[in-house]
């Protein structure tokens, strides 16, 4: 058994309690993502009949649900990092 102690910045907890606010910030981050995408390429200006998938707007759509798709995806890596088991504290 150690005697070392760590600063409190390397603490086990801090740490997971930094991963989890990460995985909860993915979150507003997607929404900003996905509105700066929309106003960008103009799907939040387009008001031309039914919306619907059409040679215009089926490209930002998709790219939309890419983003939508990485930010879960690195809030699921980051909860996976928050719990993993190699950081996990010696029995001893």
């Known amino acids: ?3 070392d102690v760590n600063p409190w910045y390397k603490h ?3 740490q997971r309690l930094i991963y989890i606010f990460l995985a909860i910030l993915c979150y507003p981050a997607m929404a900003f ?3 700066i995408v929309s106003d960008v390429s103009g799907l939040a200006r387009y008001n031309y009949g039914a919306f ?10 998709m790219t939309n649900f890419i983003f939508i798709l990485f ?9 996976f990092k928050a719990f993993g088991t190699s950081e ?3 029995i001893d």
């Open 88 to 90: 996990e504290l010696p």
């Open 52 to 61: 619907i998938l059409n040679e215009f707007t089926g490209p930002i759509v």
């Open 12 to 14: 086990i907890w801090f």
């Open 33 to 35: 993502t996905i509105q």
């Open 1 to 3: 058994m150690s005697n």
């Open 71 to 79: 930010y879960i995806g690195l809030s699921m890596a980051f909860i």
